[in-house]
């Protein structure tokens, strides 16, 4: 699914009452909120969706895989998604579509 998908998909759900231009400022808006936010390492939790994180990784030591040196990997910041048992549970009960 698209970012366009999803805008489609809202102005579908709200009615003719609202534009398509009008659901996608609301889709940017949103996003938009949740990357400001985990830039300024903060947390989301969207109850029955799930939790969006700023995970901070340690340095460590990993190898050049073409000479085998050792080479360090400086402290970062990772986004990570945790979902909520909800949303597993959906995810769990559909078969995949191979």
């Keep these: 699914m698209t970012k366009a998908d999803l805008v489609q998909r809202v102005a579908d ?3 003719p009452g609202v534009t398509k231009r009008d659901c ?5 808006s949103f996003l938009n909120a949740i990357k400001d936010a ?3 390492h903060q947390n989301i939790e969207i ?3 799930g939790t969006f994180k700023v995970r901070e990784r340690k ?4 190898r050049n895989p073409r000479t ?9 910041a990772v986004p990570v998604f ?6 597993r549970a959906l995810v769990e ?3 995949l579509e191979v």
Excluded: Q
């Excluded at 996608?24 to 940017?28: E, N, R």
């Excluded at 340095?59 to 990993?62: F, G, N």
């Excluded at 085998?68 to 970062?76: S, T």
């Excluded at 945790?82 to 949303?87: H, M, R, V």
């Design 93 to 95: 009960e559909k078969p």
């Design 38 to 40: 985990m830039a300024d």
């Design 13 to 15: 759900t709200i009615g």
């Design 47 to 49: 109850r029955g969706f």
């Design 68 to 76: 085998g040196d050792p080479v360090e990997v400086p402290p970062r």
């Design 59 to 62: 340095s460590r030591l990993a």
């Design 24 to 28: 996608a400022v609301v889709v940017d």
């Design 82 to 87: 945790k979902p909520s048992k909800d949303l």
